[in-house]
């Protein structure tokens, strides 16, 4: 099949959507979605279901787990509406600062954050577990209290959440709704194997279309009208969009011919710089039930470290399923063992040990820590020229010792909530925190560690128990492979718009910044349109 387009958007994720339903107004728009749809899946659409989609290891999963070099399992979205339909849902902008340093014009960033929200942001259902870790962040100085607010503001806040009163999902896909469909074509199922050129009159590569297959693996090919406006974008996320250049002849020369793919333009910056937030968390088993909350609250540190806490995922849900949740080791967050040592084989035993624990095991919740930045970068490489494959990622955790420094003094800040007068009624009196801090180091969690080890440092505490929160990005910034309106340097009608762009992740949670970046660059965009016209 050969189709024509004036945007052709590899994509239907976190940034995708938004962008396809803001230039569908006024233009044809293909958007090309590797996964398939959220809606109808309640492991998805279901604040109670957390993590079930992340667990998932089918071919036909939501989510396509992937291990870093560094030893810690990941995941990347294969979902129309990328990680916003995988996510705990924590909505929150970006700070004045990264709106400034990114260059973007504020009122238009205003504008495109209140376009999202009018249809994925709302107000969280404050109950007792997420009131004690506000109470016990204000009670230990993480001040001014900035009450419910969408802004990124230092000090302790209620943050916004994509799910709705019901519990109910509502993510990037849920933009569509914003499209005019008789300028939107949407194809699921529909992984792109490489973006096309043509180098015929023109000074520099010129994108012109795509090559992407179906459900059944059949070949389809989707191009450029003619038109100097018209062009192929890539959002595919801080994994598949350099993944992406490489397979189309754009990467570092020596790697892409180690490959056998034949070069467009050697760019050796992509796939550089790539990061992850490290996240650490200490488990608090409660004496008394406690509520299932994902992250509601926030406090936010001048030194660059933000504390959250979830309460309950679905490990206290009334389903007879035992599990922890956001460090539940059935979506490979197993923190009890130090990177390198997280194999499958050390997973199913944390699962299997799951089962034979009491139920009062499950019943607490996560105080958990995350690092501005951070300051450490990694590298993405090919493994294969299969883009339905994970590329090789090596984030470089605590390789830059100032990011080490914040999740110490993160731990401490932990440390300090625990032992606050606020959160006293859901920890047991008789459990230091020293022996949280063993519990969560030791497989499997439970109400007493299975062994005391005082000599563990703080330091190798963040080591062995680093896990991610899915805030992974770089490997296409700006001014290194994309210029400031997000085109890719050196070569015509193509761009990249999403969170590979980013140098650092935006804000406590980077969710509403991409899809603000969708929208923001989409009305950009329609204007150049308007103007070249």
């Known amino acids: 099949m050969v189709s024509y387009y004036d945007y052709i958007i590899v994509g239907g994720g976190t940034a995708g959507c938004a962008l396809a339903a803001t230039l569908s107004r006024t233009s044809s728009v293909l958007l090309l979605e590797r996964g398939g749809s959220p809606f109808g899946n309640p492991n998805i659409t279901h604040l109670s279901a957390f993590g079930a989609a992340l667990s998932d290891l ?23 509406g990328g990680g916003s339909s995988l996510n705990a849902g924590f909505y929150s902008r970006a700070g004045s600062e990264f709106i400034a340093n990114a260059g973007w014009d504020a009122k238009l960033v205003n504008e495109s954050y209140r376009w999202v929200e009018r249809r994925v942001a709302f107000h969280p259902p404050l109950r007792q577990w997420q009131l004690a870790v506000r109470n016990s962040l204000l009670e230990i100085g993480i001040r001014p209290y900035n009450g419910y607010t969408l ?14 009163g019901y519990g109910r999902r509502h993510s990037s896909a849920d933009l569509l709704y914003y499209a005019n469909p008789n300028g939107l074509t949407v194809f699921l199922h529909g992984p792109v194997q490489k973006i096309l050129f043509t180098t015929e009159g023109k000074i520099k590569p010129t994108a012109n279309g795509v090559i992407f297959s179906d459900a059944n693996g059949l070949n389809h090919w989707a191009y450029l009208r003619k038109g100097s406006t018209n062009e192929v974008i890539v959002c595919s996320g801080a994994l598949g969009s350099p993944q992406l250049l490489m397979l189309s002849g754009l990467g570092p020369e020596k ?23 490290p996240m650490n968390a200490v488990f608090v088993p409660s004496p008394r039930p406690v509520e299932v909350s994902l992250i509601e609250v926030v406090g936010i540190t001048h030194n660059g470290i933000y504390i959250e806490g979830a309460s309950g995922a679905n490990f ?12 539940s080791p059935k979506i490979g967050q197993l923190a009890t063992s130090p990177p390198k040592q997280r194999t499958p084989e050390a997973l199913n035993r944390a699962i299997e040990a799951m ?17 501005m930045g951070p300051l450490s970068r990694g590298h993405l490489e090919l493994r294969s020229t299969n883009p339905n494959d994970n590329p090789a990622v090596t984030f470089n955790y605590f390789k830059d010792p100032g990011d080490l420094e914040k999740c110490v003094e993160g731990i401490r800040i932990i440390e300090r909530v625990i032992e606050s007068r606020s959160f006293s009624r859901f920890r047991y009196n008789h459990l230091p925190v020293s022996s949280l801090l063993n519990m969560t180091a030791n497989s499997p969690v439970n109400l007493l560690p299975k062994h005391a080890n005082a000599s563990r440092s ?42 590979s762009t980013f140098d650092y992740s935006p804000g406590t949670n980077p969710q509403a910044t991409v899809m603000m970046l969708g929208r923001y660059m989409g009305v950009k965009m329609l204007h150049e349109r308007i103007a070249n016209n």
Request: net charge negative.
């Open 355 to 371: 089962r034979f624990l009491p139920r009062s095991a499950f019943v607490g919740g996560f105080i958990l820590e995350k690092i």
């Open 458 to 499: 703080l330091e190798q505490f963040c080591r062995d128990t680093v896990t991610t929160i899915w805030h992974y990005h770089g490997g296409c910034q700006v001014g290194q492979v994309v210029d400031h309106d997000y085109r890719v340097i050196g070569v015509d009608s193509l761009r990249v718009i999403d969170g």
């Open 316 to 327: 206290a849900s009334q389903t007879n399923t035992k599990d922890f949740g956001l460090l």
């Open 58 to 80: 089918s071919p036909k999963s939501p989510s396509q787990r992937f291990v870093s070099e560094d030893g810690v399992i990941n995941a990347r979205a294969r979902v129309l």
């Open 151 to 164: 802004d990124h503001l230092y000090g302790t806040k209620v943050g916004g959440t994509i799910f709705d």
């Open 255 to 277: 790697h892409l011919e180690a490959h056998n793919i034949s070069v467009v333009l050697n760019m050796p910056l992509v796939g550089q710089g790539m990061s992850d937030n």
